[in-house]
């Protein structure tokens, strides 16, 4: 470690984390205890609109020029710093108070399967510690997928070390745009993977119709019933029938994929849409978490945690399990993936290699990624 880096335990550490839904960019300062990670201030700044706008077209096109690529890259490092330099002021917290950054950058591509896995995400670590003064810890997933992993999740090994509990059983369940769970058991190292979508497919449809970003409480779907035959079709991809370690992404799940869908179903309206793609998310999620245990609690985090809808589908599917958000664990639900962040960005100084070769598929646990001093 370099003479120049600061002291680890006992010192603040900043996570960031920007997801699938592309809904605001998630900051936190967190600090270390002796039995974890404590949550000293959060905030979720919206992206720039020409910028999430820009990545959404990247993201579903699946073609960018060079030119683009390095400009949004920079660009949304500079919304990284910006952020991190606003809430340390708004919380009179100086940058020397903090170990390390730790800044997952947002996916724009994901490819576990193929002749030569890649994943890429953007937000130059360089820019985040040259305007803030402060070790930036950045491109958590190649080294994993060097190793054979898939990449993702990465979590799950964050929710093993603060969750977990001697002699119980545990899920934790990120709803983002994709969904993911932690299984947790006290008998063996922690399972973890994507089931599928989150929010990201009634995201996309209600922006479609509506032109809004998300559908708030969920009250698009309300206005709708369940189309069987849709869900039936939906249910039907294959990626449901794969075994894990498995991960997937908006380049699987988008809305090209889902109008392919509607093509084949007649008389369903737009509500009814919404109403079976939450639907959807909640079985598909449901349907795992059954199978690894129908008396564990689950605990929710990501966006999906604010959709009492959801929430209320998932306890109705879940009945012999207790469904409630990350509260419960003295953790804002919004804000457990960056912690995370912070939580791999503490590891990564300590060089203390991940435990993913049950989450993800990779031939051995792993030093996560690279460290840019300012």
Not at 37 to 55: G, M, N, S, V, W
Request: charge should be negative.
């Amino acid at each position: 470690m370099s003479m120049n880096m600061r002291p680890v335990i006992g010192n603040y550490y900043i996570g960031l984390m920007s997801g699938t839904s592309l809904d605001g960019l998630d900051v936190v300062i967190a600090q270390r205890t002796d039995t974890g990670f404590i949550q000293i201030a959060a905030t979720a700044p919206d992206l720039p609109e020409t910028l999430r706008t820009q990545l959404l077209t990247i993201c579903q096109d699946k073609h960018v020029d060079l030119q683009t690529l390095g400009e949004v890259d920079h660009f949304f490092g500079l919304i990284c710093a910006d952020a991190i330099n606003a809430i340390l002021h708004d919380n009179n917290i100086n940058a020397q108070q903090i170990s390390a950054i730790g800044s997952h950058g947002q996916t724009i591509y994901h490819s576990p399967i193929g002749k030569y896995p890649f994943t890429q995400q953007i937000g130059d670590g360089n820019i985040i510690a040259a305007k803030t003064g402060i070790p930036c810890v950045a491109d958590f997933r190649r080294m994993d997928m060097a190793y054979g992993g898939q990449g993702a999740p990465l979590v799950p090994a964050f929710h093993q070390a603060l969750f977990s509990k001697p002699d119980i059983n545990r899920v934790i369940l990120n709803i983002g745009g994709i969904a993911n769970v932690s299984l947790l058991t006290s008998t063996q190292h922690v399972i973890g993977y994507d089931t599928g979508p989150g929010n990201m497919l009634m995201d996309a449809w209600v922006n479609k119709i509506q032109n809004r970003n998300f559908d708030e409480n969920g009250t698009f779907a309300k206005q709708g019933t369940i189309n069987n035959a849709l869900l039936m079709l939906l249910l039907k991809d294959p990626y449901f029938a794969l075994p894990a370690p498995k991960s997937t992404g908006r380049e699987k799940f988008h809305i090209s994929w889902l109008e392919a869908k509607l093509q084949q179903i007649e008389n369903v309206s737009d509500a009814d849409v919404q109403r079976t793609l939450l639907e959807f998310t909640a079985v598909t999620i449901s349907d795992q978490i059954k199978a690894f245990s129908h008396e564990c609690d689950v605990f929710v985090c990501g966006g999906g945690a604010l959709n009492p809808l959801l929430m209320n589908r998932l306890q109705y599917l879940m009945p012999s399990n207790k469904v409630e958000d990350t509260n419960s664990l003295n953790i804002d639900p919004m804000f457990v993936e960056a912690i995370a962040f912070a939580w791999l960005a503490e590891q990564r100084l300590l060089k203390n290699p991940i435990p993913l070769k049950s989450i993800t598929g990779a031939q051995q646990d792993a030093l996560l990624g690279a460290i840019y001093l300012p």
